[in-house]
């Protein structure tokens, strides 16, 4: 079964929700991001899912936001009339919905990460409850460079502080092993065990009953809401984008797109970061 | 002062309160609990004490309530509504609870938790009410009920290991060593278990150097930080959300399997389908 661009199958109480665009590295275009949500809200409903897993078809579990200016991504980050300041921020709370509804899944969730989990895939993979990670998957939000911050941002809930700016300072890649270091990630197996692993927890999430995961997610959450996640780290960090959409490091990479294509503005984002990280 | 189910000495600054129920794994009971409380009492208001250590006598720090059935049980739980609890009555006997472990973390002198064996249920609000824990590195700690009969009335470990490693407690039940629960952040330190006393004596000395202002403040304005981030509402919201999944079947199933099979049986039908080998973390 399959919600257009999203894979769906359930058995033994466990939902496998897989985007499914490995052609584009599952990179998010509204189109995705329709049907991501449609099948969360699926398995959430669906009284035989206990739990439910979200990966990725082919080489990565998600690149992040298409760039691309294309007619799959109607209203996306380019297009042609300038935007007021409340216009961009409306557009990254629209962008922002399928982490939200993420969030508001009543069942535990597992992100089963390999290959790339960049900038908007971390958005994906943090709203989720337990992140399992091949150990050469890399995460990391290298749009923190030339194109934006995030439009969400749960990554204080996860490593301290010193690591998130870091990454948000650097744009660097962390791999699946590090990212189990420093707490990212639950745990980091190698890439031919990483199925199994999910498939071990999920299945032992799975026996516990639907109202009991209910509540033990629902405090877990409550937590992190009173330390301000709705207010301060989500309505705040579209506005923070929204503000660094205004830079001129920012214009610079749109018109770059536009007039050279998203591969050559990309390539002169990332050039003066090729030497190695030297961490 | 000598207490029936409390062990208490007090010795170079530091009070050593010693749960002492042995033979029950120093599962938590009421006359447990009063003298627990006054044990805490005695250390806060002696001015000798700078620093209170709460351990266990026996194999166990603590296996969580008793939930062995008795009169007295029966006559709590009948209190809620029996089997079918009312759902505010519930609440307010669950805030009674968990107001216990709070009072601990707003006593103004420091307290460490020395884990070895058992930490399970509520042995892991008393742990997590403490200041820093010392763990053996075999000790067990965890969360089973999760499972069948009631999520933690008070709630303090997303503050302390995160949502991540929480939500793998709480969804699975699994146990995980104090390694892992030094790796976890759960805990300050673990060591091997013959060297578990020496450790917290020697970290409860350094401390007792300080002054009782001194060591006053600084817990103050550490637990304020806590206190921003929600920790009294939190309380409140996980009394509310731990009444509300003992409506569920499976909570109602636990408590009549416990009253017509016993709290054996009942235990083995909650933990039967995880027996297998814990995922290895």
């Not at chain 1, 490091?249 to 190695?276: Q, S, Y």
């Amino acid at each position: 079964m399959a919600f257009g661009t999203v894979l769906y199958e359930t058995h033994d109480h466990i939902a496998w929700v897989t985007l499914n665009r490995p052609e584009k590295l599952n990179a998010l275009n509204d189109v995705l991001r329709r049907d991501l949500i449609a099948a969360l809200l699926a398995a959430d409903t669906d009284d035989e899912v206990r739990c439910i897993v979200l990966r990725g078809a082919g080489r990565a579990f998600c690149a992040g936001a298409d760039l691309s200016p294309s007619p799959g991504t109607p209203g996306g980050a380019f297009q042609a009339r300038e935007r007021t300041m409340r216009e961009e921020i409306a557009l990254r709370n629209r962008f922002r919905q399928p982490w939200m509804a993420l969030w508001n899944i009543t069942k535990p969730v597992i992100c089963q990460v390999h290959g790339y989990c960049l900038a908007a895939g971390t958005h994906i993979a943090t709203n989720s409850d337990i992140i399992i990670a091949a150990e050469d998957a890399q995460f990391g939000f290298p749009a923190v460079r030339n194109v934006g911050t995030p439009d969400t941002f749960m990554w204080p809930f996860y490593l301290r502080p010193q690591w998130t700016k870091w990454a948000m300072s650097t744009g660097d890649n962390l791999s699946g092993k590090e990212a189990e270091r420093l707490g990212l990630v639950w745990k980091a197996v190698p890439a031919d065990r990483l199925e199994d692993e999910v498939n071990a927890l999920a299945r032992k999430i799975a026996r516990v009953s639907y109202e009991m995961l209910a509540a033990s997610k629902e405090i877990c959450n409550r937590a992190m809401e009173l330390m301000g996640r709705r207010h301060l780290l989500q309505l705040l960090a579209s506005e923070m984008d929204a503000i660094a959409g205004q830079s001129s490091a920012v214009k610079e990479f749109r018109r770059r797109v536009r007039d050279e294509g998203l591969r050559a503005a990309l390539e002169w984002m990332n050039a003066p970061f090729r030497e190695p990280q030297g961490r | 002062m000598p207490y029936e189910n409390v062990l208490y000495k007090s010795d170079g600054g530091v009070a050593w309160v010693t749960l002492n129920r042995p033979q029950k794994l120093n599962a938590l009971n009421t006359g447990l609990i009063d003298d627990l409380w006054s044990a805490l009492r005695e250390a806060e208001n002696d001015e000798q004490t700078r620093v209170i250590v709460i351990r266990g006598a026996g194999r166990a720090f603590c296996a969580g309530y008793d939930l062995t059935p008795s009169p007295e049980r029966y006559a709590e739980q009948d209190r809620a509504g029996g089997d079918a609890p009312n759902l505010r009555r519930d609440i307010q006997r669950l805030l009674g609870a968990s107001k216990k472990w709070q009072e601990l973390y707003h006593i103004p002198k420091p307290v460490i938790c020395q884990v070895h064996g058992y930490c399970l249920a509520a042995g892991t609000d008393i742990a997590l009410s403490s200041d820093i824990r010392i763990v053996a590195e075999d000790a067990q700690i965890g969360f089973p009920p999760v499972r069948n009969l009631g999520t933690p009335a008070t709630h303090m470990w997303t503050y302390l290991v995160g949502p991540q490693w929480t939500k793998w407690v709480f969804f699975t039940g699994d146990n995980f060593d104090g390694k892992t629960a030094e790796r976890m952040g759960w805990a300050l330190k673990a060591v091997p278990a013959d060297k578990l006393e020496e450790e917290t004596d020697t970290l409860a000395r350094r401390i007792a150097r300080v002054s009782w202002e001194m060591l006053a403040c600084t817990k103050e304005i550490c637990n304020m930080a806590t206190d921003l981030m929600g920790r009294d509402l939190l309380q409140h919201l996980a009394a509310t959300n731990d009444a509300i999944s003992h409506q569920s079947t499976a909570v109602k199933e636990f408590h009549r399997r416990s009253r017509t099979e016993g709290l054996r049986a009942a235990l083995a039908w909650m933990n039967a389908p995880f027996q297998e080998k814990a995922e290895s973390r």
